[in-house]
């Protein structure tokens, strides 16, 4: 009789410690599953854009000048995705001639990033998993039903567990700024095959508020209120932060910082408040502008750009 309930007891256990949320087995997943929390939508309720729809900047008539977009220059075509659609849709799945990549943006987190999708010799399709760690969302790729991190740009579980994206550079500017830099720019068109209010953003109020709407596993220092932005950059195994704020204090347009060793180029517009980096070679280095205490949870150890100090660093106003 010992032995039979040791088995039962056993049997049950295996059947606890089996863990589906939103239909993804999470049992061989890299970061603790306890932290994994259903973001409220099922899978694929928020709906990732699979078909883009461009128009011209000469003949859009949406965004306006002040709006933010996420850009990008892929394959010689620049693009610019409206945050007032991403906030809906949260990725799109994009290419440029036979180059494949992914559009994600985590309201939550106000990250926006894009990642090759090009795999092999096929490419990911993408969606939204309805998840979140770090209050961050875990996209999954219809391909092998792996889940991946944002911010870390890896699967956590799945059959591609432990494989990370190439981040491809993006820019977070303004519709007005990228438009005059980018005359022949596309845009993404607000016809994307859904009904929603593009016009008013589902996290109204979100941003000015210090409450997070779920618990993260590093905590960041209040002296920079959670939802400030900075520029988030990760070279050569070195995290640093630069917060907007900073860099408007500072009144420089650009300014030369030595990360791991290596000397960067960052750029500051007031105007379109967009915060950009370079390498020595004039190449623009991925970055992701987020919200400083998305930055900080999963880079606990960053360092933070504390404005212009005599000798640390060169600049122009």
């Not at 092998?144 to 550079?169: T, V």
Request: glycine fraction near 8%; proline fraction near 6%.
């Amino acid at each position: 009789m010992r032995c039979l309930l040791l088995m039962i007891l056993l049997v049950c256990t295996d059947a606890v410690v089996a863990v589906t949320r939103n239909g993804f087995d999470l049992d061989d997943a890299l970061i603790p599953v306890k932290e994994i929390y259903p973001g409220g939508p099922p899978r694929d309720g928020i709906p990732a854009i699979i078909q883009p729809v461009f128009e011209t900047a000469s003949k859009a008539k949406w965004p306006d000048d002040d709006d933010r977009v996420l850009a990008v220059n892929i394959g010689g075509q620049p693009k610019a995705y409206p945050i007032a659609i991403l906030n809906w849709h949260e990725v799109v799945n994009d290419k440029t001639g036979d180059e494949h990549f992914v559009i994600s943006y985590c309201p939550l987190c106000g990250t926006g990033m894009v990642f090759a999708a090009d795999i092999a010799d096929s490419f990911l399709q993408f969606g939204v998993s309805g998840l979140l760690y770090n209050s961050d969302v875990l996209l999954y790729d219809r391909n092998s039903e792996s889940l991946w991190s944002q911010l870390l740009g890896k699967a956590i579980s799945g059959k591609l567990k432990g494989y990370s994206l190439l981040q491809l550079p993006a820019v977070h500017t303004s519709w007005g700024a990228w438009r005059k830099q980018h005359p022949d720019t596309l845009v993404l068109s607000r016809e994307t095959g859904y009904r929603r209010n593009y016009s008013q953003s589902p996290y109204e109020g979100y941003e000015r508020t210090r409450r997070l709407y779920f618990d993260v596993s590093h905590k960041a220092p209040r002296d920079i209120h959670p939802k400030s932005r900075v520029l988030g950059v990760s070279l050569n195994d070195v995290d640093k932060a630069y917060p907007l704020a900073s860099l408007s204090k500072s009144g420089l347009r650009r300014f030369k910082d030595q990360i791991a060793g290596q000397t960067y180029l960052i750029t500051w517009d007031e105007a379109s408040a967009t915060a950009q980096i370079f390498d020595e070679d004039g190449r623009l280095v991925p970055s992701v502008s987020a919200f400083w205490f998305a930055w900080y949870t999963f880079h606990p150890d960053t360092l933070v750009y504390q404005g212009p100090q005599s000798g640390s660093a060169e600049g122009s106003r």
